[in-house]
């Protein structure tokens, strides 16, 4: 079965400590990895799409990196305005069903 | 500005009824789809529909009907059928459906049940 895994559920850090997150995934085929910012009570904000084992998108203290099995957001000297849940999706190769496979999401909290 | 407009922020259903979710972009994206979020849950598809008077239905789109007469507007219906309708429903839009096409969203309409 197609699966997508974020971890942790949560993760408190202190301003300025470095730290990543994890999305690992199984299916069949990878059409694209997608990661997301979401506030509460707003809609996802798009970060970054990743396509092949090795590639690698940075945003400020923000960098995404992609492997066969997970890819990894790394985030640097975290702020306070850093605080957010960042999703995960994947998109399978499948040519006529255009669905992203979403994961639960990690709820970053960052102290100042 | 170009986005994606939601409407109504707050929406209550009452036991029996129908509510209808607006959905308006004005990016000019061909792709629309309709999402239910619940909370540590990944988003769950209801609909999409790649062009106009077009949609297919996504993994839980038992309870809910859209309609695609523009392409700028795909508006979703909450049925009474739908028996667990609470939920943050989030619209989207890509350019195509493509896989190296991104998905934006709007700002989400949060229905509760009365």
């Known amino acids: 079965e197609d699966q997508v895994t974020q971890s942790p559920e949560a993760l408190r850090l202190q301003e300025g400590e470095s730290s990543s997150l994890n999305c690992s995934y199984t299916?069949?085929?990878?059409?694209?990895l997608f990661w997301y910012r979401q506030d509460p009570g707003k809609g996802p904000e798009f970060l970054f799409t990743?396509?092949?084992?090795?590639e690698e998108k940075e945003k400020e203290r923000l960098k995404a990196t992609l492997t066969k099995k997970e890819s990894f957001l790394h985030i640097t000297a975290p702020k306070p305005e850093d605080s957010a849940t960042y999703l995960c999706?994947?998109?399978?190769?499948?040519?006529?069903?255009?669905?992203?496979?979403w994961g639960a999401g990690t709820k970053l909290i960052i102290k100042p | 500005d170009g986005g994606i407009t939601q409407s109504p922020k707050y929406l209550f259903r009452k036991e029996g009824q129908n509510v209808t979710l607006s959905c308006e972009q004005n990016?000019?994206?061909?792709?629309m789809y309709w999402y239910r979020q619940d909370p540590g849950q990944g988003l769950r598809l209801i609909y999409y529909?790649?062009?106009?008077?077009?949609?297919q239905k996504g993994d839980i789109a038992e309870g809910y009907s859209v309609s695609r007469e523009k392409k700028e507007s795909f508006p979703l219906t909450v049925t009474s059928a739908q028996k667990n309708p609470t939920a943050f429903y989030l619209c989207?839009?890509?350019?195509?459906?493509?896989?190296?096409?991104?998905?934006?969203f709007g700002a989400g309409t949060r229905l509760s049940v009365l």
């Open positions: 989207a839009s890509s350019i195509g459906t493509s896989g190296k096409n991104s998905q934006y």
């Open positions: 990016l000019n994206h061909d792709a």
């Open positions: 529909s790649q062009i106009v008077n077009d949609f």
């Open positions: 299916v069949s085929g990878l059409r694209g």
């Open positions: 990743l396509y092949s084992a090795g």
């Open positions: 999706a994947v998109r399978r190769h499948m040519d006529s069903n255009y669905q992203l496979i």
